[in-house]
DNA sequence: AAATTACCTATTGACATAGTAGGTAAATGG
DNA sequence: CCATTTACCTACTATGTCAATAGGTAATTT
């Protein structure tokens, strides 16, 4: 299961790439714009500028802002650093104890299969791919 | 993540059928093998029985047997039922409540398209297909 | 100086995970 | 018939994670 940190970081980096040409934008907004506790998205940002994902500026006029175009995110690398891994199982988690039944294990592979498949679908996507996919419009026709 | 109760679940079946020759197979021995606590697998195992997977008898001679042969389980089947759902984020776990913002939201396609993959994943392994896949040997050569 | 914004530490309630403990009931072998 | 073996059942618990909330301080602008 994804958590909500995960979730709700890819949401606020979304929001900034659609919100990108008004410059820096305060969490109050995109918080309001996601239906998102503010509070609770601090913490998350918080780690989206550790990660270098996004900076910001204090103060009026300040807010969050993307640090590369969205095209140069990918989906597993943001998901990744949030989750503190993407592996199913434990493992096959980075930094793991290596499991002594490694090698003789028989549903290590299909773990592994499953992990690759997952990588590789989250790392295949950009930032950049879901934009603008909502159904509902912003403003009109 | 999947837990320890799908994990050692799809490792108990496994291990039914890689024994199914000598007739049922007390937990006690499954548990040996696997390197499991036998109390903790006796919850496994309960829902396994009440899931239809497997059937116990007691006494003296009794154990546990697959119900059907192996290559009539799917792994997603035996994973699904053990961790309640196979959906990685909750807006699209069976019974949840639907989300206002489904229609609006721009990262449900992603959540949704990963939920095929994984579906399609785990209901197309067989418990055939994991058989004999450890690389250590049993006994020998 | 006032307002706005990011940034920081600490705390909390609820829930799930991964077991353990200690029994009862059923079936068999001797 | 009785001891043994096995499944089956209820309850408990320690630990940790999740999803926030609370209440501040520091920076920047107008």
Redesign the interface.
């Known amino acids: ?2 958590s909500t940190k995960g ?1 709700y970081a ?2 606020v980096m ?1 929001d900034l790439a659609e919100h990108e040409s008004a410059g820096f934008i305060p969490l109050k907004d995109v918080a309001e714009r996601q ?1 998102i506790s503010k509070k609770y998205l601090e913490i998350i940002v918080r780690e989206l500028v550790a990660a270098n994902f996004v900076v910001g500026i204090s103060g009026k006029g300040g807010g969050y802002r993307l640090c590369r175009s969205a095209e140069d995110y990918t ?1 597993g690398e943001i998901l990744e650093r949030m989750e503190g891994t993407l ?4 493992c096959l988690s980075a930094g793991a104890p290596l499991c002594p ?1 490694t ?9 592994a ?2 992990d690759k ?2 990588h590789d ?2 790392y295949g ?1 950009r930032l950049s791919d ?7 419009a912003h403003g009109g026709a």
């Open positions: 299961m994804i979730r890819l949401r979304l239906e989906v592996a199913t199982v434990a039944r090698g003789s294990c028989e549903t290590l592979p299909l773990w299969e499953y498949l997952t679908f989250f996507k879901l934009t603008g996919h909502g159904q509902a």
